[in-house]
T-cell receptor
């Protein structure tokens, strides 16, 4: 799997938007961009994924750069419950039967 | 709601004993299950991959005789930590891959099991 680079930590105020960046300069044409998050003492939770176009769901939005070498997870209004480690993971769909490989992720702190 | 369950959620055992952790997919058939381990303030590390009815494939550095994985049905996998030692204390997370109604195959994660070996 191609490598991703994320900041170790970020901080946000409650009810403000949060933009979590991810760099993946070696992404291949068939790599999907997946985002998962892990709340304290819980298993990871799926957030969103995309290939080329921006994606929206009830949890977040995913903005993908035109050259696909970077992406941004957008939480529109951070809440205290959004405090978690956010992982950006690339995976080639041809290998979708293989396990997701987690990097270090970004630890998001949300302050009231 | 949860689609993958783990039992127990936390367990404390004495050094030298064995501990079994169960992982169940609740509303889908999991053709593949994965076991991860996570030490404090670290990321998830894949331990092994198991396909139903087949022997598990272990990652480099993971002892297959110490971490026994059984995937006897499409909804249940178990991880047994044999002769546990304090260094095996960790957060164990299972993950199941399969098709849920109307969707593509995804990898779903359990809530994790906190193992403490004294």
């Amino acid at each position: 799997d191609a490598k991703t680079t994320q900041p170790n930590s970020m901080e946000s105020n409650e009810e403000e938007p949060v933009h979590l960046p991810c760099n993946h300069s070696t992404i291949s044409g068939t790599d999907y961009i997946h985002w998962y998050r892990q709340l304290p003492s819980q298993g990871p939770e799926y957030v969103i994924h995309g290939l080329t176009s921006n994606v929206n769901n009830r949890m977040a939005s995913l903005a993908i750069a035109e050259d696909r070498k970077s992406s941004t997870l957008i939480l529109h209004r951070a809440t205290l419950r959004d405090a978690a480690v956010y992982y950006c993971i690339l995976r080639d769909e041809a290998y979708s039967g293989y396990a997701l490989n987690f990097g270090k992720g970004t630890s998001l702190l949300v302050t009231p | 709601g949860a689609v993958v369950s783990q039992h127990p959620s936390r367990v404390i055992c004495k050094s030298g004993t064995s501990v079994k952790i169960e992982c169940r997919s609740l509303d889908f058939q999991a053709t593949t299950m994965f076991w991860y381990r996570q030490f404090p303030k670290q990321s998830l590390m894949l331990m092994a991959t198991s396909n139903e009815g087949s022997k598990a494939t272990y990652e480099q550095g993971v002892e297959k005789d110490k971490f026994l994985i059984n995937h006897a049905s499409l909804t249940l996998s178990t991880l047994t930590v044999t002769s546990a030692h304090p260094e095996d204390s960790s957060f164990y997370i299972c993950s199941a891959r399969g098709f849920r109604a109307g969707g593509r195959a995804e990898q779903y994660f359990g809530p994790g099991t906190r193992l403490t070996v004294t």
